[in-house]
């Protein structure tokens, strides 16, 4: 019998390329005769655009081309789409994006010519060669400054920079709520804005066969098929089949690289016009202020309880700024997606969120990694702490009141939590993180003069992404076997845990299966990595496609046996009888492909169902009163993401997105002068990342509580660690604070932050 391989922490079947640097990343692959790609763009946060001359930069030897949107124009060339579907209360206001500016640029950044040569530094200096005559106009980039009468306007379309108003829950059950309750609490949050910073930055070559009118876009991405459509269906106005879109090996995605960007169209209309492939990189300067970013809200929000402590009513109401334009599933992250975790893990009756979108002078808004809920999650998990200091209760009893404890359970939002241990992880992650000798440790802080906190805080993922994915199974003459998917792989481990569950089902090496993924050609549809879906949504397709293949490969075995279908049974990789003969599912492969046929099977999974992960997580923090130095000394998290296929990357997944949500609460935020619109963290010198020092050791346990919303019990983990972390950290620090007064901060909790709030609040 074959040992089970689900549940086994098994090292990346891909690292060993990896380590010994045979990783292909898009600045690695070959395209013979490759121009270079350069970028033109506005210096200006707004400005009208009153001429543009190119006539020296198009003279200067090695240049190939100059493009604007007077290019695009004559080639017909459509604007950038917004796909997502929100159910505002007014029409979704969806102004134009042209890959090139049109007339104006709205934020700095916004591209306003590419350049095609030789070298990029030819490409780079024949960009500055380029005249262009601005209007500068006043510049708006806070959110709720964009909605105020007297704000610039950055559309005509869209009145008051108001892009839409979106409103769900039951804002009559709250109001009543809230008039019957004993205490409310409100405070003011501001979601810091960020990027995600990827190791490797956006990249790609663009080439042309002009013999067979087609485009290959090989990019960094994370979500090809989606980008294909919109580039056939919106830009280019051709057949899909005519553009095959490649992701290689992906340094980093986090949500950024899941969306359509303008320089992928310019380096395609280049490609075309040339007719030799085009290579664009962007450097790390220009993926700050040119790639999306994520957050950026403002919110305020209040918590109603009645005298036992129960929570009766939550309700939000949240400006999220979007930035100039909308990116392709921007306004999702702040209305749809948070509105399925709003209130978290707790039992709450009546919840209501308003939110309102603003058009600002900044980058657009899209999903970085959680995309909405760890928003949702901030919200209520600040709350609760400021709730229970105000009533003078412990904010842990205060949850484990309020937690829910039966399922399955339908929230004031209308998510049906299946399954989940709340309760009982609150109390695993206290006894994991010594709560009990916390009172000793802060007793010889303060010895030292410093301050020590304990937060705790919960945390509920709504985790589906995209509902549906496409699997298939595909033998090869080799003995191996292909697993592909329409999920994608950049970094999370898919090439093993998916050959994982392969080699359970189908009682088979681990080393027989090979992903493929990435690749428009060879897979026929998908929806890409985004929303801890790949495991969950690509493993169940994975798992329909295996139940075809041995369906399909039923008949022929029984043929080749000389017995009938229903005296099989298939076991460890063969089909046998109860007298003992049998045959091996890859020899029956093998006899289907000399008979002309295949055992080969795809399924088209119609699965819609979400899941929940969840958990409870503890910071230690000290904090230097004389210098506001945050010390970030312990993290603990007790988890909950089901079912578990190899809980060593399962592990390493969670503690990178903790990492990311550890630097948003202390130091990472995409900042502008509000004055000029001017990005002011445009680079790794003033944009904070978190580095190992600044980690302590991330201790994660997995507390395995299957779901049965698909065959494999999987829960998905990509990005809990970015929800759970944030309020964790800032409750932390509070409690902390608590003894000088302090209720309220902002992230990130920079020393600078940290030590005037401290000295506001006095001696």
């Given amino acids: 019998m074959s040992v089970p391989e689900r549940g086994v922490s098994r090292r990346r079947l891909e690292d060993d390329r990896f380590l010994r640097g045979q990783g292909r990343y898009v600045d690695d692959l070959d395209a013979p005769g490759a121009l270079h790609g350069w970028v033109l763009r506005s210096p200006h946060a707004h400005a009208r655009i009153l001429s543009i001359d190119t006539d020296a930069a198009r003279a200067m030897p090695g240049v190939q081309a100059v493009l604007t949107i007077e290019d695009l124009e004559a080639e017909g060339i459509g604007s950038l789409p917004c796909v997502a579907k929100i159910a505002s209360e007014a029409p979704l206001i969806i102004p134009p994006r042209p890959a090139l500016a049109d007339g104006a640029v709205r934020h700095v950044g916004d591209p306003v010519a ?101 485009f290959l876009l090989e990019l960094s991405g994370q979500a090809v098929h989606p980008m294909r459509d919109q580039l056939a269906d919106d830009i280019f106005h051709m057949p899909r089949d005519r553009i095959r879109l490649v992701a290689p090996d992906v340094g980093g995605g986090f949500g950024a690289k899941n969306f359509l960007f303008p320089e992928y169209v310019v380096q395609m ?128 009893a205060l949850r484990r009141q309020n937690l829910i404890a039966g399922f399955p359970h339908r929230t004031a939002m209308g998510m049906s939590i299946d399954c989940g241990e709340f309760i009982t992880n609150v109390d695993r992650a206290l006894s994991a993180a010594d709560a009990d000798g ?112 041995i369906a399909k490969a039923k008949p022929l075995a029984a043929q080749l046996l000389q017995c009938a279908e229903a005296d099989l049974d298939f076991t460890d990789g063969r089909f046998g009888t109860a007298d003992g003969r049998g045959i091996g599912l890859l020899d029956v492969a093998q006899a289907a492909r000399e008979a002309g046929g295949s055992i080969d099977a795809e399924v088209d999974s119609d699965l819609d169902l979400v899941t929940f992960p969840n958990g409870c997580q503890v910071a230690e923090v000290e904090v230097d009163p004389e210098t506001g130095l945050v010390r970030l000394l312990r993290y603990t998290a007790v988890d909950d993401y089901g079912r578990l296929v190899n809980p060593m990357l399962t592990i390493g997944q969670v503690q990178g997105g903790l990492a990311q949500g550890i630097g948003q609460a202390m130091g990472e935020e995409i900042a502008y002068d509000p004055a000029t619109g001017q990005i002011l963290s445009a680079s790794l010198m003033d944009y904070w990342l978190p580095r190992a020092e600044d980690l302590p050791p991330l201790d994660v346990t997995c507390i395995e509580v299957p779901t049965r919303s698909n065959r494999l019990g999987v829960k998905g983990s990509g990005q809990a660690g970015c929800i759970g972390a944030p309020q964790t950290v800032v409750n932390a620090v509070l409690d902390a604070l608590a003894p000088l007064g302090i209720a309220a901060i902002d992230m990130p909790l920079t020393p600078a932050r940290v030590w005037q709030a401290i000295r506001s609040a006095g001696p």
Avoid at 125 to 136: F, G, L, N, Q, R
Avoid at 475 to 482: C, E, H, L, T, V
Avoid at 515 to 526: S, W
């Fill in 114 to 214: 590419f350049v095609v040569a030789d070298s990029v530094s030819l490409a780079r200096d024949a960009a500055e060669a380029i005249w262009v005559e601005y209007d500068t106009q006043d510049a708006v980039t806070d959110g709720a400054a964009a909605l105020a009468a007297d704000a610039p306007l950055l559309w005509p379309q869209a009145p008051g920079n108001l892009a839409f108003r979106f409103r769900k829950g039951d804002a009559a059950a709250v109001q009543a709520a809230m008039a019957k309750a004993t205490t409310i609490v409100s405070l003011d949050l501001v979601n810091n804005r960020v990027t995600a910073a990827p190791m490797e930055p956006r990249a790609a070559v663009a080439s042309y066969d002009a013999a067979t009118g087609s």
């Fill in 269 to 396: 209309v280049a490609a075309r016009r040339l007719g030799r492939p085009v290579r664009w990189v962007a450097e790390r300067m220009e993926d700050f202020v040119s790639t999306t970013h994520g957050r950026d809200n403002l919110t305020h929000a209040r918590l109603g309880l009645d005298g036992e402590g129960r929570i009766l009513a939550l309700d939000v109401q949240t400006v999220a700024n979007l930035g100039a334009y909308l990116s392709a599933s921007g306004p999702g992250s702040s209305t749809n997606a948070p509105g399925t975790a709003m209130g978290g893990l707790y039992d709450i009756p009546a919840v209501h969120m308003d939110v309102r979108g603003a058009f600002t002078n900044t980058v657009p808004i899209d999903a970085y990694r959680g995309a909405g809920k760890p928003e949702a999650n901030y919200i209520i998990e600040r709350l609760i702490d400021l709730a229970a200091r105000r009533i003078g209760r412990d904010p842990v």
């Fill in 438 to 549: 916390f009172p000793a440790r802060r007793a010889d802080a303060a010895r030292r003069g410093m301050l020590r906190g304990l937060g705790v805080a919960c945390f509920l993922e709504t985790s589906r992404g995209a509902p549906g994915e496409w699997g298939g199974v595909r033998f090869r003459a080799d003995g191996g076997i292909d697993l592909a998917t329409g999920t994608q792989n950049n970094g999370q481990g898919l090439a093993t845990s998916f050959a994982q569950v392969a080699a359970d089902l189908l009682g088979l090496p681990v080393e027989t299966f090979r992903l493929v993924q990435a690749d428009t050609a060879l897979v026929p549809h998908g929806h890409g990595h985004g929303g801890a879906r790949s495991m969950h949504m690509g493993g169940e397709a994975l798992v329909r496609a295996i139940d075809a293949v």
